[in-house]
């Protein structure tokens, strides 16, 4: 399975971006997909989550500002972020959990850089 990221990019304090990810190749059944971040010096964290029955999961801080969505028959996630703000600085990377014979995998995007200026 492959993941592919894109929308990334500069924007201004208060302003907003849109990311999407698009899963291909080897999908028997993606479960749940999501987008982490990791800003420099810092651990991975998740972002938001999203199952495919439309279940979703928000990091504190970015509830009420990010919004995640999927379109199961293309297995694609999105994030629309809205109201970013410097300390949302990092490259973001999305996930999907796939469900295969041998049970769950998890995958990863290359990442894309979201870069929030002050």
């Known amino acids: 399975v492959q993941l592919q990221a894109s929308g990334g990019g500069l924007v201004q304090a208060g302003g907003s971006l849109r990311l999407s990810c698009a899963a291909s190749?080897?999908?028997?059944?993606?479960?749940?997909m999501g987008w982490y971040r990791q800003a420099p010096g810092k651990q991975r964290e998740l972002v938001a989550s999203i199952a495919r029955g439309g279940n979703t999961n928000y990091a504190d801080s970015v509830k009420g500002r990010f919004t995640i969505s999927r379109h199961n028959a293309k297995n694609t996630v999105y994030l629309q972020m809205n109201s970013l703000m410097p300390e949302d600085t990092a490259v973001y990377y999305c996930?999907?959990?796939?469900?295969?014979?041998?049970?769950?995998?998890?995958?990863w995007g290359q990442g894309t850089l979201v870069t929030v200026s002050s």
């Open positions: 996930n999907a959990e796939n469900i295969e014979k041998l049970g769950r995998v998890n995958y």
């Open positions: 190749g080897s999908i028997f059944f993606i479960n749940i």
